[in-house]
């Protein structure tokens, strides 16, 4: 069993009526969020020898943010840390199916980032040793290979771009769901439609569990995993954190014979946005997505009617030949977004026992198995070199300044 738990002292709450029950509803870690981050988390907690409960306010696993991302995965990144932990994401996308027989739709279509500007050149080009040095499959290919990998793509002022093969895309609620099945599996306990309205902790600043709208758990260790409600869920132990939620909307379309593979991400502004990405999933369907800019900060979820004329613009000046695709859904979400861009995630150290993983910002789907597996390594007390890495990039408690070049 790991330090944390060796050294807890005995609970001395001053309400001992919270543990009624006290036998089954006693945990090594609860985690708050059934989520991108909460399930993979959750099993890989208990793979380790701990007793886990997953708590969600939801009806069942992945129903926050997770159904809202379009499923993209990349490794690529612009620095060590999301690398490092993507590299794992995507071993753990690319071989589930093959390992517990789940179909979660991974894809291997790669992404490609196409340049028109030298701008986009200059600052995809720069990242190409550290991607490399990683030992990804990355480089910048030639405006002609694009149009061979991209066919229909505008050419005009096309001056090539990158080109990942080894990126790829999967469902998140199938993953989640995957996730969840073999979590169930190996032991851990579920409770859904049940909110967690509060952390528990004694009188020496420890955690000793969670009180939801339904009952009372007990455990060492409570992790937030609760992504864009993680504010509220601090407030309840005055822990404020910085993670401003911001929406993002999305589209899917009717199917079209596949023509191509890769997630195509264009850097440049448009009025009213940042980037444009989208690709086309195994059915031949269109899966599109946005950044707007500026950001639209709060949690409105309600889908806006200038979100399509937007898209559609951007995504029609760019593959011309998209103009007759209809769509047949949007959707919106929230991006738990911190000022840097970057998770928060390590152990909180106001409160012992709190370990914080949130913020994931726009990647959390793709960062979830690769994360989960350095919070199970630092909740044990064995991290190793690249977690160690991982973490520093993660500390809860860094500047904040910056923003990562390609995010
Ligand atoms: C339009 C859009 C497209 C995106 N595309 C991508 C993409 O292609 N790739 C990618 O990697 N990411 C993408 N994302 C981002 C991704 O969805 C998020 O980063 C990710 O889902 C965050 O994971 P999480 O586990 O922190 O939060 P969530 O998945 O939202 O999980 C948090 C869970 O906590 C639960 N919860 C919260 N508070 C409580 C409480 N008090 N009690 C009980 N339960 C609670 C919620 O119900 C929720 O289920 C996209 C997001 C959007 C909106």
Known sequence: MFSLLKQSPKFTLTNQNYFRNFSNKTYDAIIVGAGSIGVPTSFQLQESGLKVLVIDQKASPGQG?????????????????????????????????????????????????????EKEENDLK?????????????????????????????????????WSPDDGSASPMLSSFAFYKYAKELGVDFKFKEKVIRILKNENNKVVGVKTVKDTYSAPIVIDAAGSWSPQL????????????????????????????????????????????????????????ITPDPPIKGTNRQETSSFLPM??????????????????????????????????MGWNKELKGLYMATGMCGQGFMCGPGLAQTIEHDINGNLNKDDKIILEFTNPYREYKGMEKIK
């Open 126 to 162: 720069s990242l190409l040793p550290l991607q490399q040095g990683y030992g990804m499959k990355i480089d910048y290919i030639s405006a002609q290979d694009i149009q061979e990998l991209i066919p229909g793509i505008n050419p005009k002022g096309l001056r090539g771009g990158t």
């Open 234 to 289: 601090m407030s309840t132990v005055g822990i404020n954190i910085d993670l401003v939620p911001d929406s993002h909307e999305a589209a899917i379309t009717e199917p079209t014979e596949k023509f191509f593979t890769p997630m195509v991400v264009d850097l440049r502004p448009g009025k009213g946005s940042k980037n444009v990405y989208f690709y086309q999933n195994g059915f031949g369907q269109l899966i599109l997505c």
């Open 65 to 117: 943010d997770n159904k809202c991302a379009i499923g993209g995965i990349r490794a690529t990144h612009g620095n060590d840390s999301k690398i490092l932990a993507c590299i794992r994401s995507l071993e753990v996308f690319s071989t589930w199916e093959e390992k517990h027989g789940h179909n979660i739709e991974w894809l291997k279509g790669g992404y490609s980032f196409p340049c028109y500007r």
């Open 311 to 344: 898209i559609s613009k951007r995504v029609i000046s760019l593959m011309p030949r998209l103009k007759n695709l209809r769509y047949r859904r949007t959707w919106r979400g929230v991006y738990p977004m911190t000022p840097d861009g970057a998770p928060i």
